[in-house]
């Protein structure tokens, strides 16, 4: 069952996790995540200060965040919450694993837990204004090939739900928060809505 936490209902029991040989980390007040219990791989992360909604994001993969601390990306993406008027943000990501090293992803099976990790993200995008911000998965062909399903899935899991980004690349993926030079999001900058599907296509 979910836990209420501030007149509010927290996401991260109601997809009944240990039917599956998954766990959530205890929600607080004002932070929370969603591990499998061997911490290798996270579904969701939470931070609130206010009583208003929560901005949505997903992103590429989870690095070091977790309920205690938040990493360079997730500062930045809690300064544009915090800049939009909102009370919060939730955190999904295209692949849970939590890694320092985009390339560690290609030594990790992903389908055990892909049908977990596309349900968390469509209960967010059916719950709040979702940011897709998980920068270009087109240039490098290794991650193309790695995402390709992913991003399939996902797709299929948000079944005509609006999305959104900040900004988009030259080929048309949704910037990375912490895009830097030319690419740099300004802060300033307000969500617009985002078609995940003709990204597909290119895939």
Not at 74 to 88: E, F, H, I, P, V
Not at 99 to 106: A, E, N, V, Y
Not at 144 to 151: K, M
Request: proline share 6%.
């Amino acid at each position: 069952m979910a836990d209420a936490v501030d007149g509010m209902t927290a996401t991260f029991e109601f997809l009944e996790p240990t039917a599956t040989g998954l766990s959530c980390c205890p929600v607080r007040t004002l932070a929370g995540a969603c591990f499998r219990p061997d911490r290798l791989e996270r579904f969701a992360l939470r931070r609130r200060w206010s009583d208003a909604p929560s901005l949505g994001f997903l992103l590429m993969n989870p690095s070091i965040a977790d309920e205690d601390r938040l990493d360079q990306t997730l500062k930045r993406c809690a300064s544009w919450a915090t800049n939009l008027g909102y009370g919060g943000m939730e955190i999904v990501n295209v692949f849970p694993l939590v890694s320092t090293d985009p390339r560690g992803l290609g030594a990790h099976d992903h389908d055990e837990t892909a049908a977990r990790n596309a349900a968390h993200i469509r209960d967010l995008a059916r719950r709040t204004t979702l940011i897709l911000g998980f920068g270009d998965l087109l240039t490098a062909a290794w991650l193309r090939r790695l995402a390709t399903p992913r991003l399939q899935e996902i797709v299929g899991a948000l079944d005509g739900l609006e999305v959104y980004a900040l900004a988009v690349t030259k080929n048309g993926s949704p910037r990375h928060p912490l895009a830097r030079g030319r690419q740099h999001i300004a802060s300033s900058a307000t969500p617009i809505p985002y078609l995940l599907a003709p990204l597909i296509a290119r895939l």
